[in-house]
């Protein structure tokens, strides 16, 4: 069982910028595809952006390419979401997620393909 716990979410401006990060302290991190999900109130998870386990290889949602990047260090086992120039509408619960990816270097960015979740961290950005 991997636990994962997410940080760094919080109340910012309209074209501001935040950090997550999703931390574990399980070492088999490596193995893993990472991703971070978000869920607005009354609307369904959404993909945000994917990374596969060696962190050269990334895709994203439409709407945050070019201004939302995902990266991790394997050395701290953690996953990173640098958010910026939010906008309103990026604003939902973030959840980090990880799929065992022992045997492959890809990305995965549907929902149902992970395995473990962490709890959420709320991003709010207000206009």
């Known amino acids: 069982q991997v636990q994962l716990v997410e940080s760094g979410g919080g109340l910012v401006q309209a074209g501001g910028f935040l950090r997550l990060s999703c931390a574990t302290s399980?070492?088999?991190?490596?193995?893993?595809?990472m991703a971070w999900f978000r869920q607005a109130p009354g609307k369904e998870r959404e993909f945000v952006a994917a990374i596969n386990k060696f962190g050269d290889s990334t895709y994203y949602k439409d709407s945050v390419q070019g201004r939302f990047i995902i990266s991790r260090d394997n050395a701290k086992n953690t996953l990173y979401l640098q958010m910026n120039s939010l906008k309103p509408e990026d604003t939902a619960v973030y959840f980090c997620?990880?799929?065992?990816?022992?045997?492959?270097?890809?990305?995965?960015?549907?929902?149902?393909?992970?395995?473990?979740w962490g709890q959420g961290t709320q991003v709010t950005v207000s206009s």
């Open positions: 399980d070492r088999t991190f490596k193995y893993y595809g």
């Open positions: 997620a990880a799929k065992f990816a022992y045997y492959s270097s890809s990305y995965y960015y549907m929902i149902d393909e992970y395995d473990y």
